[in-house]
């Protein structure tokens, strides 16, 4: 009877120190409003791809002391039960926030790209996406916009909500801010969504105060009416880059986020954001 409850106990231990690896809580530094985050893909998750840092190791950081810095070196390709990124092209390192359902929701971040970040066009970088559940990214901010042959930059993708199956031709981006607005300095995004599968439903997208996008429409799939943000580094079709450039590897990449807010007001998720310098 011990021997079983020592196993069980142990179990139960097993358990949660699975659950704790596979959810991160951000300090409220960096972070408020979505709860616990997911790191992407169970297995294989890089210590390297996820750090807290601190503005006195020289980091940048938007406000207060700390910020969220990614990085994903060639061959960070991780896998769970039903999805791996190495055999489907992919690398990546993301965190997953809380699920909500429909109605109205504000977001912010502050995105930091470094002044020597390299760009991977024609592969795919994605910095974020708002994320249908169970069906796909409904907007996607990227770093590249191959309809109109940029490279580098922020751009958005109207996708899932009116694109299936993925990649069709109603896939559309639209570019929010260039290479040259973004590298080196920190740049404000505040997104104010209206989640609907009806015609109701809206989406918003300020860079540095300004309106740069906006949408107005189904801004989710009937299926399964919930959406989540992700954000970090998630860079696929990496083929394309290795055989363009005839290399093996392609180049790792490091970015920051600061400030990632989400509330059911503007006020809510900056209302403490100090001007850009």
């Not at 120190?17 to 409220?28: E, G, Q, T």
């Not at 709860?35 to 980091?59: C, I, P, T």
Request: aromatic share 14%; proline share 5%; glycine share 10%.
């Amino acid at each position: 009877m011990k021997k079983l409850l020592v196993i069980v106990v142990l179990g139960l231990l097993w358990c949660n120190n699975v659950f704790a690896d596979y959810h991160f809580r951000l300090p409220k530094d960096v972070a408020s409003g979505g709860g616990k985050y997911n790191k992407s893909l169970e297995k294989d998750f890089k210590k390297h791809g996820l750090q807290v840092v601190n503005k006195k190791d020289g980091h940048p950081v938007r406000a207060g002391k700390k910020s969220i810095r990614f990085e994903v070196k060639p061959g960070d390709c991780g896998y769970d039960d039903g999805w791996s990124d190495c055999k489907k092209d992919r690398e990546r390192h993301e965190l997953s926030g809380t699920r909500f359902g429909p109605g109205e929701w504000w977001y912010a971040w502050s995105i930091f790209i470094p002044k020597d970040f390299p760009i991977i066009y024609p592969s795919k970088a994605m910095f974020g996406q708002f994320y249908n559940s169970g069906i796909g990214p409904i907007f996607a901010f990227e770093n590249q916009n191959p309809n109109r042959g940029i490279a580098g930059g922020y751009h958005i993708e109207k996708d899932f909500v009116d694109c299936i199956p993925e990649g069709s031709e109603c896939s559309v981006l639209y570019t929010v801010a260039s290479d040259e607005d973004m590298r080196g300095k920190w740049t404000d995004v505040l997104v104010h969504a209206k989640w609907s599968i009806k015609p109701d439903g809206f989406f918003k997208t300020w860079i540095n105060n300004e309106l740069k996008y906006e949408y107005e429409g189904k801004t989710l799939v009937k299926k399964k009416p919930k959406v989540y943000f992700k954000f970090g580094i998630y860079r696929s079709f990496m083929s394309r880059w290795r055989n363009k450039n005839n290399q093996q590897d392609v180049p790792g990449q490091v970015l920051y986020f600061d400030e990632v807010r989400v509330g059911k007001s503007k006020k809510k998720v900056v209302g403490k954001l100090p001007p850009l310098k």
